[in-house]
């Protein structure tokens, strides 16, 4: 015996929403793993010291040397004769050497933090869009799991209106 299926926004909504809920598991577990591990950047979590060395001008000044390694929040510990000392590393404006060890996530974690941080430049700034727009489709069509009016349909409001408070409670206290 066949049902018949009426084809109204309700019965497409939830087709959509389980569709792209399933599409967007792999995406919202790696942007979940990178979210946790930002939280703690400011520490050792999960990194390990890479030292490199890089050929750069020669007799850079402490000022103009920050930019030139790409390193937040730079200052100059002290200077010996030509090596100029800097928390990550040093410095040799005569031969223009800079010897730099950075904490670095270990593989892939790497990559997944990466992907969590990119930008509208990067090449992939495409797939972190539709990543968001899936996201918001999938917050909006959970309004259309149940008709409006029942009392499952009210129970979402509550939580609806629930969620907000907490969001904005959150940015306050931020």
Known sequence: ???????????VMRVLHRDIGFLTIGLTIVYALSGVLLIY???DFMKVSKTEEM???TGLKGGNLGPQLRIRSFNVEREEGSNIFFKEGVYNAETGIATVTRKVYIPPFD???NL??????SNVSV???????MLTFLAVSSLFMFKFGSRKSRRGMVMIAV???MTIAIVMLV
């Open 1 to 11: 015996m066949e049902r018949n299926k009426k084809t109204n926004i309700y019965n």
């Open 41 to 43: 950047r400011n520490t």
């Open 55 to 57: 050929q750069l001008e």
């Open 111 to 113: 990559k997944l933090v």
């Open 116 to 121: 969590h941080k990119v930008t509208g430049v």
């Open 127 to 133: 797939i972190a869009l539709i990543y968001g727009f």
């Open 163 to 165: 969620s907000v408070v």
